[in-house]
């Protein structure tokens, strides 16, 4: 018997246990809650709209959980930033111009956001010294984007020349090395050679994989077509893209017909003089062709099969956007980002 009533005393200390862990559990995520509550209750004088939810556990949750699009869609009749509560807290919702906001405030970071899910430092095993994602954002806008007007006639002349070699990916090698080391340097032909085949492995493998794929993609387009009236839709990802993925500009020829025009409109007979190449190749130039401009957002809107991005606001302080809607560092924000333009 003593064996016995040794082991119930086992499994009921185990059982009391569990229940400890349950309850810290539960305390803690009610607080945690409660808190969101309070945040969101603080900043009701931003005039702020909030989707009503009924369950302060999930709130919003499993609703957006079985179709994010057709939620934020449905919620767009709140306007263009509101707030919803998902994954136990309070989410701001921002969409339309407010973007640009968000997009040009140094206190947002899409980094914070995804690690918030996804600690991808730990899975890479990239320590934060090694890599730090501020100071890569920083380097770009102040000696890169600041910069594109210099660089669009070099990008157009390494363009033109790897036109003419056998391979097409040595004329962006140029690009880049006469961007970030110098027009010098990328005279360079042995450091541009040595550079070139680090990517080699990686480049024998597409080629591989493209050669592999094309007769099934070709395969798959005759029976979309209705050409092969044996052919069975299959259910995998790559069909999915096949039906989804824009076609390339090269295949709408009224699409092409429309650019052709607005480039003559725009430029005139200046296309075929070689002395205003520079000019017709720079950002003020290119910047007159609202019709490309269009296509180019289009087409990155229609590729975008993300419905929305995580933003957090990495500062100290609130972040108040034009509308008077107040961003604490505590309340994660969402991009809609199939409705950015």
């Not at 246990?17 to 309850?23: F, L, Y």
């Not at 890479?124 to 890169?144: D, H, P, W």
Request: glycine share 4%; hydrophobic share 35%.
């Amino acid at each position: 018997m003593g064996i016995i009533e040794n082991i119930i005393l086992k499994l009921n200390n185990q059982q009391h246990n569990r229940m400890e862990v349950i309850t810290t559990a539960v305390v803690i995520f009610s607080a945690y809650t409660l808190y969101q509550q309070w945040i969101s209750k603080k900043n009701e004088n931003d005039n702020c709209p909030i989707v009503p939810y009924h369950n302060f556990f999930y709130g919003s949750t499993l609703e957006y959980l079985e179709n994010e699009q057709a939620c934020l869609e449905k919620w767009s009749k709140f306007g263009p930033v509101y707030r919803v509560y998902l994954f136990g807290r309070l989410n701001t919702v921002i969409s339309g111009t407010y973007v640009q906001e968000i997009g040009k405030s140094d206190n947002f970071t899409r980094v914070e956001g995804t690690y918030r899910e996804f600690y991808l430092r730990q899975w890479t095993g990239i320590s934060n010294k090694e890599f730090c994602m501020s100071q890569v954002r920083e380097a770009t806008n102040i000696y890169l984007a600041l910069k594109l007007n210099s660089y669009a006639s070099r990008i157009t002349k390494y363009s033109d020349t790897g036109l003419n070699e056998a391979l097409e990916d040595m004329a962006v090698v140029k690009v880049a090395a006469s961007i970030f080391a110098g027009v010098v340097l990328c005279k360079d032909e042995k450091l541009i050679e040595s550079f070139k085949c680090f990517g080699s492995a990686i480049a024998v493998a597409r080629i591989q994989l493209a050669n592999s794929m094309k007769p099934e993609i070709d395969s798959r387009l005759r029976g979309m077509s209705g050409e092969d009236l044996n052919w069975t839709r299959p259910t995998d990802i790559l069909q999915d893209l096949i039906e989804n993925y824009p076609q390339p500009v090269e295949k709408q020829p009224k699409l092409i017909d429309e650019l052709i025009n607005e480039q003559n409109e725009v430029f005139g007979d200046l296309v075929f003089e070689d002395d205003i190449k520079n000019y017709l190749t720079s950002v003020e130039s290119i910047r007159k062709l609202v019709e490309l401009d269009s296509v180019c957002r289009e087409s990155f809107r229609a590729n975008n099969d993300i419905t929305a991005s995580d933003r957090t606001n990495s500062g100290s302080d609130n972040v108040i956007l034009s509308n008077g809607v107040i961003i604490p560092p505590v309340i994660p924000s969402l991009y809609y980002t199939l409705n950015l333009h």
